[in-house]
């Protein structure tokens, strides 16, 4: 399976891991997964692991992801933060998405290393 999503109860934040390739229906899906299991557990704070992907999503398909999170009625509050290796083949496209979402007023960031990703979810985002 190419997606785990989980919650880390210590944390409170969810958890998206992704390996192999991701297309966009499995991006569609996990994307609906950790919006219900951040719901459930009242926290929209996401932490995204790139670290074991092969290949992703296109960049017009990482486009459409804001739109879906307003389709979903998140709130503005939700954060994302993204381990992506900063010399992998997919590094441009991880940036372009973080850029697409800050323009549209959603809290996303990208870190080379889990520990500056958490660091960042822990912070008061005020």
Known sequence: MPIVVSYLEAEQVVECTYSGEVGPAE???SILSAV????????????????ALAAGPSVGDLYEVPRLFERLGLPRTLREAIV??????????????????????????????????LAWLAKDPA
């Open 36 to 51: 219900e299991l951040g719901r459930s557990r009242g926290t929209f704070n996401v932490i995204t692991d790139l670290t």
């Open 84 to 117: 992506a290796p900063a010399l992998s083949t997919f590094a441009a496209d991880v940036q372009f998405y973080e850029d697409v979402c800050s323009n549209r007023g959603w809290m996303v960031r990208v870190f080379p290393d889990r520990t500056g990703a």
């Open 27 to 29: 991006l569609a899906q």
